[in-house]
């Protein structure tokens, strides 16, 4: 007999397009003759809706469903409700694959309704997303067991009224240039590298549209590599490594040069000096137990001419067709249809440990 399985994308966060990119990929490599699969789409304007078809999700008319829904958070139902001009139908659902990038779906808000709900799902737990979608916590905890990461500065969004004087601290404590990062969104939206101090101005300005809390860091100028991470809750294990390559053109690996510059490429070979690789899977798996990492994360550093530099955790890491999570598993050999069918499994691990 089939499990119902609830496929989430979209959501409310400027990662929205590229949730869409992700599920798409996922919900291809659901193993059919275990599952019915049941998508859900969130609108940017938080609304969600059920949805017809994979083909819907690609050209977005996804978003003018006239089928809402609505996931209980009654942990004696465990089912979403699908309201339409035909009525209401209650479906019961067995396990959910949150396809959420950002806030409202990466930080631990729609876990919380899951464990409310009390249905299995994949992914960190409410605290291991909300510690690791914020920039600032997560570097609070990397600092207690000491891996080396960039010096920073945090900073709130009110603060910013004395502009003068919170560039004066930043000045004081980092030299040029920064990068300034909204501490809570993802896929690069709103960072930006400031030069000087009319162009740190316009950066803190822009990271607070994004969120409250702004995190201004000294430039670390190396090799991007990145490591995946996964955990069923008895163990945790990690890929090898990869190398994100920019396009030239990009003046750092923003959104633009991530998902719509070509020429930017990843590289799951990468050539390091020996003993680099393991440095950074030991690094990789120590940041994402510290933080209660569950199911899956990715974990990205540089390498510089010091060594290994922290840069940040995704607890719900890219999963298009160019995106290095997958990619790091594929080559350890394990197939995208069976990394999802692992990563499903996982959620019905949770509660036993």
């Known amino acids: 007999m089939k499990q119902n399985l609830a496929v989430l994308f979209g959501g409310q966060s400027s990662e929205h397009e590229i949730s869409c990119l992700s599920a798409q990929n996922i919900i291809r490599n659901v193993d059919e003759s275990r599952y019915e699969v049941y998508l859900i789409g969130i609108t940017l304007d938080g609304h969600w809706v059920k949805v017809d078809s994979i083909d819907a999700i690609a050209d977005g008319s996804w978003r003018k469903s006239p089928v ?30 949150p396809v959420l990038h950002g806030l409202y779906g990466e930080d631990g808000t729609v876990q919380g309704l899951f464990e409310l709900a009390k249905i299995p799902y994949v992914g960190c737990g409410v605290l291991a997303s909300a510690v690791g979608m914020d920039k ?11 891996v080396r990461q960039a010096a920073y500065v945090a900073v709130h969004r ?13 000045e004081e404590k980092l030299p040029y240039p920064v990068f300034v990062k909204p501490s809570c969104a993802g896929s690069s939206k709103g960072v ?27 430039t670390i100028v190396g090799r991007e590599i ?45 050539v390091l000096p020996e003993g680099v690789e393991e440095e950074i899977r030991k690094a990789a798996k120590a940041i994402f137990d510290a933080i209660g990492g569950f199911s899956l994360s990715r974990v990205d550093f540089f390498y510089d001419e010091k060594g290994l530099v922290f840069n940040e955790i995704n607890t719900l890491p890219g999963f298009t067709a160019i995106s290095m999570y997958p990619m790091l598993w594929e080559k350890q050999g394990i197939t995208k249809k069976q990394l999802v069918q692992d990563l499903i499994d996982t959620a019905f691990m949770r509660r036993e440990h």
């Open 136 to 146: 600032i916590y997560t570097k609070v905890i990397v600092d207690s067991i000491g």
């Open 226 to 270: 990145e490591c995946a991470a996964f955990g069923n809750g008895e163990e945790s294990k990690v890929s090898g490594v990869g190398e994100v390559l920019a396009a030239s053109s990009a003046a750092f690996y923003d959104f633009d040069a991530k998902y719509n510059n070509a020429e930017s490429r990843t590289d799951t070979s990468p």
């Open 158 to 170: 009110t603060e910013l009224k004395n502009m003068d004087r919170v560039v004066a601290e930043i």
């Open 68 to 97: 809402s829904a609505i996931l209980s958070p009654d942990a004696t139902k465990q089912c979403v409700y699908f309201l339409g001009a035909d009525g209401m139908e209650e479906v019961h659902i067995d396990v959910i694959f």
């Open 192 to 218: 930006s590298k400031a030069r000087d101090r009319e162009a740190l101005k316009e950066a803190l300005t822009e990271a607070a549209r994004h969120d409250g809390k702004i995190l201004v860091e000294e």
